[in-house]
Structures are given as C-alpha cells and as structure tokens.
C-alpha cells in the first residue's frame, strides 16, 4: 500500500505518525554520543564507558549444572508461563540475598522483575504524573533519570560529597521545592557504591537521610545493584534496613551473578508491591520462569557467596590498577575513590570539558562517559565516569594513559589558544540522553 | 521507623502512600475473580479457563541441545548485557518465521521485547495520552485492555462475526468517535485466531479494514500470537503483509516455542521502531541474551517447522475434542468453530449470567473465563472463553460435561424461580480485569 491516499495524522517525511505520539514520548531521545559509543564498541578502543560486568569470572560449569538440574526437574514449569510476581522459591532464596545487607522482609513483599531496571519502569509508571518531581543525587544513574523524564517528570538533584548525599542540602532542595508548589513523589538514591559518584552514604547520615523523607512524607526508592560488591570493609546496612514502611527497594542478580539473565527484584510494602505486581503483569504478564528457575537452581547448588567473593577480588584489584595509574598519569585531575562497585568519577582542570573532549579520546581509542549524561541540568562538564569492572588491569593502564594524552594535548591547545579558557561546546538539551544499555 | 512521627502524603489505613499514585494507577486493579482462579488452579479442577501452550508437547533434548550449544559456543555473550533491540542473528531468523504469513522485512525494523506482551506494552507507552482511543475488536485480549486502561485510554469496540471484524462497523465507529471529537490513536486488532473470539478476519476483508485505517489516518497494531497454529487450512496471510507503513506487527515464540523464555517481537516502521528501542532500553536495558541466544540456536538446530505442525496437530485434536463435546453436552448454547489457535467463544441460553455463574462452575470442578472479562462496557455477560490448549482431550470433555451440568442446574433454578428471567448479578466496574496472567 502507498503513502498516497493516506490520510495521515498529520506526519511528516521522516515519520507519517510523528503527530500521534504521546506527550511522553518526546523525552525519549537518542543519545547525541551514541554513534560514538558505536565505534568506542572498536575491539582496539579500551573502553571505560561501559557498566558490563565481568563475567568471565563466572565459572560455566556452574551454570550448566543450574540448566541441567532445571531440565531434568522442573522442564516443563520453566518453560511455561508463571505468576506475576515471581517464582516462590526463588523469592524465599532473595530474603538469603537481603538479608546480608541487614533486610528483614517475607517473600510475599519480593516481586521478581526483568531486571532491576523494570522494577524502576514499573514504579515509575505507578507514581509519576507529568509535572512531579523526583530528587536524587547529582549526578545520578542515567536511565533511570530517562525513564522518570519519559513519565514527564522533573528531576531535582541534591550534592554528594565524600560521605554520599548531603543531608542539609536535602532538606533545603525539599524546602525550596515545596515553596514552589512543587509535587515531591520520592528520593531516587544508590546509597552504596554510587553510580556514577562511586561514594557511599555515610552509616550516619542514613537515619538522617530516612527522617528527613519520613518528616516531609517522601517515599525513598533506594536502588542497590553494588551493595555486595566492597573490596575490604562491608559497607553500612541498606536503607531498607531501617525503615520498612518509607522504602522500596530494588536489587539484581546482574552483578552479582549474570545480567544476560534479567532478573531483579523489588521489596516493596504491601499496599506498592500489589500495585507493582499487577503493573508486572500489564507489562509482561509473567517474568521468565526459565531465567528464574536457573538462578533458584545456582543458588541452591553454587557456593554463590564464595563466587560473590570472586567478584569482589577481581573488581578491587582493578579499581586499585586505576587509582594507581590515575595518580601516574593525571595528577592534574582529581577523583573519587570507591571502596566496592564499578566506577570512578573524575574531575578534569577546569578549563576542559569532557563532552567536548569525547571525538578526541575515542580517536585516541579510549573511551569513557561525559559528566554531563548524569545530570539533567548542565551539570557534569568538568566531570567523566570511568568504569574499572569489565576491562582488565593492564586494558585499565592502557586506558588511563591514553585518556591523559588526551587531556594533556587538550591543556596544551588550550593553552596555545588561551584567552577564552574554554573550548568550544555545544549547549546542554537538558534530557538525559541514554548511552546504550551496555555502556550504561 | 515506626509510622509515629511520619507526615504522609495523606494516606489511608491500609496504605500510607495512596495519595501518592499516579492517576494512571487507578487503571490497575485486581480482577474480582482473582481470587477464584487461584481456588481453580487446583489440580481436580478442569481449566478451560487458561491460555497456556501445551509445552510438554515440545521434546526435552531440542532445549537440552540449545542450552549445550548457547553455553559451549556464546557463554560469556549469554550472559551479559546486550542491544535494546536485541541480537541481530535472533532478528534475522524471526524473517524467517515471518515470512510463513506472507511478510517481507528487514531486521533492522525488528525489535526484541519480552513477550509480545512487553511490545504492546512499550508501543502504548509511546502513543497514548490520557483520553485517547484505542478501537479494538469487541470482545478482545483482556490484557490488551489493561495496558490501555493503564495509559488512561479509553476502548471503542467493533463487532466481528464469523469473519472476523465487521468493516461497516468499524467505519461506523470511527465516524461516530471523530463527531465526538476523540482523538483515536490505533486500531488493536488480533485477525487470526481471536483471542478470545476464535474467529479470523477474511482474506477479502483485510485489505478493506486496511484502506479505512489509511483513509482516517489511524495506525493499525496488529497481535498475531497465533497465526501459525492452523488446524489445517493455512490462513490469510498477515495485515503487515499488505502495508508496511500503516501497521505495526507483534509476533512471540510463546505459543509456538515456550512462553518461559519470554522471547516476542515487534516489527515496526522505521521511525516507530526508533522509538520503541529506547523506550524499550529505558523500560529493561536490553532482551535476555541468554533467552534469546537459546532461542536462536533452537532455530538454528532443530526442525522447528516440524515443530510447529506438531504443536498444530495437538491443538486441533483438542479443538475437536471441545467441539464435539458441545454438541453432545450443550445443544442449547452456540459457539465460534476456529480454525486455529487456543479459543472458542460460547454464548449462554440468554438468561444466563457467566460471571454469576462462575463460583457454581468452579465448585463443580471446572473454569472458564466470563466473557465480561473481554469487554471495558459490560458487554459479554452471556458468554464465555472456554480454552482446549491446555487440558487434554479426555480432560476437555470431562470439563464440558461438567459445564453442562452447571448450565443446566443453572437453567433449572431459574425455571422453578420463574418470573423475573434473570439471576441476580453484580454491576460490572468499567474496568478491565485481568486474571492472573496463566489463565489470560
């Protein structure tokens, strides 16, 4: 059938049905850096984009027995639909999983999701009207800012310094809100092992943080996908610890064990996760039973807190080839050093901006992620994430040095051209543009 | 924390944060026949009420020799994040199983979603505002339904008969809706094998549904999770076959595969496909890979053409077995005869109430779905989707034989109560109301 004839919600030459969107869809926007992903995706590129996990350290047969046993025992109930809110057994085996986090919670509170990210979708779609605000750390976990921005949401940010979210600054960004008129709906936080920060909140000033949402009747959506991964010292107990009635809280078998399998969870009060299950269900009527089925079998089998351990020593050990190669190479740059998790984030001279500088560092083939990505503000321009979790020690060396050429060929541009003390840029959209999902 | 001390967002007793939701909350409510299905779950129960694939009809060693295959040759890609629009070789294939029902594409406009139920999510996501109208055939898929109610649209339903969506009606309704001044976003249309009619859209038809789609500038998202599970006559082939602008086309392996892997598809026109890749991304990052790496193997390995006319061969079995059992049991009630596909569409001797009748029915060890569960205006009453996917054929006339029991008891009670001509019944809310999603 041919375009002549139609008579179009009125289109135009890219799209016949650019008019028949919704509202909500214009804060769906590709990411003005994701060509460049593409080609930082380059085998010779050393990526310190990306928020891939290293598998690898995962051993197969441990996999293979989990498909095996699930074949042999339960074949057909992994390959037929499930209920909405998850597997019963695997919900009871992720109390295990919280509880080393200091969680105590029943199974009937547990709804298993496609991966933590869909728990984020569904209680997004659940609480946000267009014109609500969400506050949460600046910067902030990329998709999850596009998912509250496709909800048409505002984002509020509130500072970290070393010891994670600043307290008083949360109560003056609330204060100035509420002065507005402005509708708070919850605090988005990644208490533990920030991402993109790499800094956690103080065990002190988590109380504080609770009270604080609990005196100006905000839900606290804490997001934990880091929590078991520390290089030495256990970090201070989840949020959720503290407060079952004011938190939901979402974790993920995506670090800790695989992300190809896509399974998350949620731990919601009563009333949310009924809500949480039937939106599930809307979604996508049941998460896979066969992906959930194979995680259950690990757990039973596998010694998965020893492969936990694993995890632990492969990340610290490259979290330390970058701080050290980071004090060799750049010690014009600062940066946060994290103490479990992913990531690193650094802070250029002042003078350069790490948007602008991305074309160069991937000719120089290295990659990492613009500051910028992280905020919904402009913030971000001095700053970069650098990930150590899935490029080797050596790949990290590699990485580093490459990135100070860039930042030194940079200066040193700068400084011929000097005047203006800033290079040219272009001006922020104000969306939260998402870099593919591997490199996020 | 105890509740002392919190200032809510004005809550209520049972859930503090009620006052938090979004509007579009409201539309997600449990079906008030929830808790029946779970009591006819039970194993002495008949279900006719489900629309699970009979998955113990697919041999063990075919998943068994994927899974070798996925973990030997793909391991570490099986297991890590992947592309939002998933994985380019699973997308060549899904060509292939297009191509059976007449349609030319390109991989590139598919896209991978999580069960086709997660396409239709994502695409309304993308296309509804509050108050728009989505027309569908009446009755239609229930969870359909509530992911429209969800978005806060509203469902304008157009008659079938034994072929399929009635075009007169559907121009009729289209007129009607434009003088009220509705904004109608698509027409939601499942042409073959209904879900829950039964019925397929004629072969003449389909172009006539298409031209006044095109002629009133509406999109057509056309649902075809069983177009291959003929009984024996191949059907039309698919809408997308006749116009690649104006439709977008959801395809799964559910029914034809297993439904635990959650592995469905959309194909979309470019721009379109554009955006449900990023709303997809934001929704869960990326498809399972290892699902889909499992799947495309299968593909890969097995005779899964063979495969299917196995699945075919059950099904029509248990087709006959349902229908032959009607004439013996239920000569005074009429039903669709389809060709394909899970349903057939009986309609009650008019007195009869299937809602109210269903406790009765359960409690004689056997279900089925109220046809009211199909319709958002109360339509329905008198009918109801009896399924034969699932139990086997001396199972289904068991269960037919008991349903005329209940029919017949029920016809009884109102003879010797004669006078008024109808049993008592509760309103119906407006809403739809999904059961939970194995039975849907």
Same mark, same amino acid.
């Given at each position: 059938m041919s375009e002549q004839g139609r008579t179009p919600a009125p289109g135009n030459n890219l799209d016949p049905w650019y008019s028949s969107y919704a509202a909500r869809a214009a804060g769906l926007a590709a990411s003005e850096v994701r060509a460049l992903f593409a080609v930082a995706s380059r085998p010779e590129v050393v990526s310190l984009a990306g928020g891939m996990p290293?598998?690898?350290?995962?051993?197969?047969?441990? /996999?293979?027995?989990?498909?095996d046993r699930v074949?042999?025992?339960?074949?057909?109930?992994?390959?037929?639909?499930?209920?909405?809110?998850?597997?019963?057994?695997?919900?009871?085996?992720?109390?295990?999983?919280?509880?080393?986090?200091? $969680?105590?919670?029943?199974?009937?509170d547990v709804i298993v999701t496609t991966g933590s990210q869909h728990a984020l979708e569904l209680f997004s779609k659940l609480f946000l009207d267009p014109g609500d605000v969400v506050i949460s750390e600046g910067p902030s976990y990329v998709t999850a800012m596009v998912i509250f921005k496709s909800y048409q949401a505002e984002v509020a940010h509130v500072p970290m310094d070393d010891d994670g979210l600043q307290p008083e600054a949360l109560r003056e960004r609330i204060a100035n809100l509420k002065a507005q008129g402005k509708r708070i709906k919850f605090l988005?936080?990644?208490?533990?092992? +920030?991402?993109? %920060?790499?800094?956690t909140l103080a065990a002190?000033?988590?109380?504080? $943080?609770?009270?604080?949402?609990?005196?100006?009747? $905000?839900?606290?959506?804490?997001?934990?996908?880091?929590?078991?991964?520390?290089?030495?010292?256990?970090?201070?107990?989840?949020?959720?610890?503290?407060?079952e009635d004011g938190v939901v809280y979402l974790g993920t078998f995506s670090k800790t064990l695989a992300p190809g399998f896509r399974?998350?969870?949620?731990?919601?009060? +009563?009333?949310?996760?009924?809500?949480? /299950?039937?939106?599930?269900?809307? %979604?996508?009527? #049941?998460?896979?039973?066969?992906?959930?089925?194979?995680?259950?079998?690990?757990?039973?089998? %596998?010694?998965?807190?020893?492969?936990i351990d694993t995890f632990r020593g492969v990340y610290k050990e490259r979290k330390? %080839?970058? $701080?050290?190669?980071?004090?060799?190479?750049?010690?014009? #740059?600062?940066?946060?050093?994290?103490?479990?998790?992913?990531?690193?984030?650094?802070?250029?001279?002042?003078?350069?901006?790490?948007k602008a500088m991305l074309p160069r560092a991937v000719k120089e083939l290295v990659a990492y992620t613009p500051g910028t990505a992280f905020y919904g503000d402009g913030g971000g321009r001095q700053n970069m994430r650098i990930s150590f979790c899935y490029p080797t020690p050596e790949q990290i060396r590699v990485g580093i040095r490459r990135l100070a050429n860039v930042v030194n060929g940079e200066l040193d541009l700068l400084h011929t051209f000097s005047g203006s003390g800033r290079l040219p840029d272009s001006p922020s959209s104000g969306r939260y543009n998402a870099p593919p999902p591997d490199l996020s």
């Amino acid at each position: 059938m041919s375009e002549q004839g139609r008579t179009p919600a009125p289109g135009n030459n890219l799209d016949p049905w650019y008019s028949s969107y919704a509202a909500r869809a214009a804060g769906l926007a590709a990411s003005e850096v994701r060509a460049l992903f593409a080609v930082a995706s380059r085998p010779e590129v050393v990526s310190l984009a990306g928020g891939m996990p290293y598998v690898s350290a995962l051993p197969d047969d441990l /996999i293979r027995s989990a498909l095996d046993r699930v074949m042999t025992e339960q074949g057909p109930t992994a390959l037929q639909y499930g209920s909405g809110q998850g597997v019963p057994a695997l919900r009871e085996q992720i109390l295990d999983v919280m509880a080393l986090e200091g $969680i105590n919670a029943s199974a009937s509170d547990v709804i298993v999701t496609t991966g933590s990210q869909h728990a984020l979708e569904l209680f997004s779609k659940l609480f946000l009207d267009p014109g609500d605000v969400v506050i949460s750390e600046g910067p902030s976990y990329v998709t999850a800012m596009v998912i509250f921005k496709s909800y048409q949401a505002e984002v509020a940010h509130v500072p970290m310094d070393d010891d994670g979210l600043q307290p008083e600054a949360l109560r003056e960004r609330i204060a100035n809100l509420k002065a507005q008129g402005k509708r708070i709906k919850f605090l988005y936080t990644i208490p533990t092992f +920030h991402n993109p %920060a790499g800094v956690t909140l103080a065990a002190q000033r988590r109380a504080e $943080i609770l009270e604080i949402a609990k005196e100006n009747g $905000i839900l606290v959506l804490e997001d934990n996908p880091y929590g078991l991964l520390y290089f030495d010292k256990q970090p201070p107990n989840a949020l959720r610890s503290l407060d079952e009635d004011g938190v939901v809280y979402l974790g993920t078998f995506s670090k800790t064990l695989a992300p190809g399998f896509r399974v998350g969870w949620a731990l919601a009060p +009563h009333a949310i996760r009924e809500k949480l /299950i039937l939106a599930n269900e809307a %979604a996508i009527l #049941c998460p896979s039973s066969f992906s959930q089925l194979v995680i259950s079998e690990y757990l039973t089998q %596998a010694d998965w807190k020893g492969q936990i351990d694993t995890f632990r020593g492969v990340y610290k050990e490259r979290k330390e %080839a970058m $701080i050290s190669s980071l004090k060799e190479y750049l010690p014009g #740059c600062t940066w946060t050093n994290p103490t479990g998790g992913f990531y690193v984030w650094l802070t250029l001279p002042e003078e350069l901006d790490s948007k602008a500088m991305l074309p160069r560092a991937v000719k120089e083939l290295v990659a990492y992620t613009p500051g910028t990505a992280f905020y919904g503000d402009g913030g971000g321009r001095q700053n970069m994430r650098i990930s150590f979790c899935y490029p080797t020690p050596e790949q990290i060396r590699v990485g580093i040095r490459r990135l100070a050429n860039v930042v030194n060929g940079e200066l040193d541009l700068l400084h011929t051209f000097s005047g203006s003390g800033r290079l040219p840029d272009s001006p922020s959209s104000g969306r939260y543009n998402a870099p593919p999902p591997d490199l996020s």
